[in-house]
């Protein structure tokens, strides 16, 4: 599985970045897309947000994906808001 982080173009609900899991990262991304996804991609969606998945952690586990869920620094890990971005590699347990 993969974890990946979407990056918004302007903030939503104060939040900036959307965490996700999937096997098949583009075909999730297709589903926020059309509005099938998360609930606030669809929100972006008809307010015009734009956004996209601006870094993926392959083979990262749930764990991870709810690590980075709750971490309030989101930001750090992204290469859009951070010049040098946290380079974490998730352990599976
Ligand atoms: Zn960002």
Known sequence: MTVYLIHLDAP????????????HVQ?????HRNGTGARILAVCNERGI???????W????????RK???CKHTARY???CSPR????TPKER
Do not use: S
């Open 12 to 23: 939503l609900h104060h939040a900036r970045h959307y965490v996700g899991y999937a096997e």
């Open 27 to 31: 075909r999730r991304l297709d589903h």
């Open 50 to 56: 734009g956004y996209d998945i601006v870094r993926t």
């Open 58 to 65: 392959d083979g990262a586990g749930k764990d991870f994906e």
């Open 68 to 70: 980075l869920k709750n």
């Open 78 to 80: 992204c290469p859009v």
């Open 85 to 88: 971005p946290r380079t974490y």
